[in-house]
């Protein structure tokens, strides 16, 4: 009979352990599914930002062509240039990927697929975050060549007056800026470079973003959620 109480008591414990085990499991889903919403929500907003910068160099590379020999440009243009210069640098939320990495949460996820899921989109943020660091560095030398292109001396009045000291001062067309021509030729080069790199940075992100649909969908199911 004492044999009997202490397996009895050890089951009944094993079960309670069991039953907490799986409810957190269910909160790690739940919060799992509120990053990955969070991520798609951030993904699709950044989506038109980079197409608008590809329209910016394309339309860069119009005026340039039809203007071969131009030693100054109008403030309009100069809008573009700066437009070429930036789009949405993309940060994932990982709170409950971090706890489920570092916090042991990983040996609660018992359905497998759901778990090779998670593992994979991880992956694939993983290696976004290691692209990124080359977009930038091809970004900040973009601007660099932007700066040395446009003559100073033109733009001091609107640096001076600009009511927005966030951000570069808006031009319209009634300012003129001269250009160095010496920097232009590589500036074009890399802006074809970058025209390529954003298109395939669209292409990467628009795969996570579907990932992240997709792994919404299988918790939801998998873990009977609305």
């Known amino acids: ?36 919403e969070n991520d798609t929500t951030n993904l699709l907003s950044g989506f038109p930002l980079k197409e608008e910068r590809i329209a910016a160099i394309d339309s860069i590379f119009f005026f340039f062509e039809n203007n071969p020999d131009v030693t100054w440009i109008k403030g309009s243009i100069h809008q573009q240039l700066l437009r070429t210069n930036w789009d949405r640098l993309y940060r994932r939320n990982t709170t409950t990927i971090d706890q489920l990495r570092y916090a042991g949460g990983m040996r609660l996820i018992r359905k497998k697929k759901v778990a090779d899921s998670i593992a994979a989109y991880d992956l694939k943020w993983i290696r976004a975050e290691f692209w990124k660091e080359a977009y930038v560095n091809q970004q900040e030398k973009e601007k660099t060549l932007i700066s040395q292109l446009m003559e100073a001396s033109d733009l001091l009045e609107a640096y001076r007056t600009n009511p927005d000291p966030l951000h570069m001062p808006k031009l319209n067309d009634s300012k003129t800026i001269r250009i160095n021509r010496p920097f232009l030729n590589q500036l074009l080069n890399e802006l074809t470079i970058q025209k ?3 298109s395939q940075d ?25």
């Open 1 to 36: 009979m004492l044999f009997l109480a202490v397996f009895c008591g050890f089951m009944a414990e094993n079960f309670r352990e069991h039953q907490i085990e799986h409810k957190r499991e269910k909160q790690y889903m739940v919060s799992m599914i509120a990053d990955l």
């Open 196 to 198: 390529i790199i954003t």
């Open 202 to 226: 669209i292409r990467a992100y628009r795969v996570l973003e579907t990932s992240a649909e997709n792994l919404i969908a299988l918790i939801r199911k998998e873990y009977h959620l609305k």
